[in-house]
């Protein structure tokens, strides 16, 4: 199931966005994206996911947009330190 959303905008200012940027669409959904991710109402990966781009794009994407603070937390790093020394064991 996919999900579309509608901005009505007057329509000098519709004209002036799409003028400025010929992919006026995309932009306004990775903007919108990335706005959720900062509220955390998205993890990381459905971002990756809505925006249909790998990891490191996404991380590219985070840049651009200046979310900086996403450092991973205490839990998820244990996370991958238990993952690793499962790998090791095997």
């Given at each position: 199931m996919n999900m579309s959303v509608?901005?009505?905008?007057?329509?000098?200012?519709e004209l002036r966005l799409r003028?400025?940027?010929?992919?006026?669409?995309?932009?306004?959904?990775?903007?919108m994206l990335v706005e959720l991710?900062?509220?955390?109402?998205?993890?990381?990966?459905?971002?990756?996911?809505?925006?249909?781009?790998?990891?490191?794009?996404?991380?590219?994407?985070?840049?651009?947009?200046?979310?900086?603070?996403?450092?991973?937390?205490?839990?998820?790093?244990?996370?991958?330190?238990?993952?690793?020394?499962?790998?090791?064991?095997?």
């Amino acid at each position: 199931m996919n999900m579309s959303v509608t901005i009505d905008l007057p329509e000098e200012v519709e004209l002036r966005l799409r003028a400025a940027s010929p992919d006026f669409d995309s932009e306004a959904k990775e903007a919108m994206l990335v706005e959720l991710y900062r509220q955390d109402k998205l993890t990381r990966y459905e971002l990756s996911q809505a925006l249909g781009i790998s990891r490191l794009d996404t991380d590219a994407v985070l840049k651009k947009h200046n979310v900086t603070e996403d450092l991973p937390s205490v839990e998820e790093l244990e996370e991958d330190l238990r993952q690793a020394r499962s790998l090791m064991n095997r």
